[in-house]
T-cell receptor
């Protein structure tokens, strides 16, 4: 079955560092990957979309890459801040939008 | 303000008592869907609707019903809730593409079935 896999372990980093989150996909080739931010008890909020023919996309402090050879997307937050602490979801466009389970990011001062 | 609203936000009920969770969007979106989110399982799609009077099953439709009589509303119906339907539910909407466009999510409905 089509799968989106994200590192289930929480990522703890220090303020000011770059956070890098990984999203791997298996058993299909999504035409798009989307990234969402989710705060506890709240709905996911869209951050970025990257197409399979785009290697990289940026939005302010966010950068997403799409490597079709490795079947992987990396999500970077540069100059991280405590306010960036949240769970980040990756979603792949197949027959439906398949969500990963998310990676929790904690940025400490 | 563009938004997706859900009601109620919190609900505690008992097994077998029919309930409806409402979802409404003010963005004139054609596509709407329902997800449930459970620890360790992530977001799973229950039902979706491509437009008025057009609905289809997602990954986990058992025990749920939906209807789409108006473009802005997409209620989720649990005719005989069971404890395994205890979950956090999200409604989402987007412009017409199931997968290629930004999904706007509602604030969530936390349902407990005793």
């Amino acid at each position: 079955s089509q799968k989106i896999e994200q590192n289930s372990e929480a990522l703890n980093i220090q303020e000011g560092k770059t956070a890098t989150l990984t999203c791997n996909y298996t058993n299909y080739s999504p035409a798009y990957l989307q990234w969402y931010r989710q705060d506890p008890g709240r709905g996911p909020v869209f951050l970025l979309l990257i197409r399979e023919n785009e290697k990289e996309k940026r939005k302010e402090r966010l950068k997403v890459t799409f490597d079709t050879t490795l079947k992987q997307s990396l999500f970077h937050i540069t100059a991280s801040q405590p306010a960036d602490s949240a769970t980040y979801l990756c979603a792949g466009a197949g027959y439906a939008l398949n969500f990963g389970k998310g990676t929790s990011l904690l940025v400490t001062p | 303000e563009a938004q997706v609203t859900q009601n109620p936000r919190y609900l505690i009920t008992v097994t077998g008592k029919k309930l409806t969770v409402t979802c409404s969007q003010n963005m004139n979106h054609e596509y709407m869907s329902w997800y449930r989110q459970d620890p360790g399982l992530g977001l799973r799609q229950i039902y979706y609707s491509m437009n008025v009077e057009v609905t289809d099953k997602g990954d986990v439709p058992e025990g749920y019903k939906v209807s789409r009589k108006e473009k802005r509303n997409f209620p989720l119906i649990l005719e005989s809730p069971s404890p395994n339907q205890t979950s956090l539910y999200f409604c989402a909407s987007s412009t017409p593409s199931r997968t290629h466009n930004e999904q706007f999510f509602g604030p969530g409905t936390r349902l407990t079935v005793l």
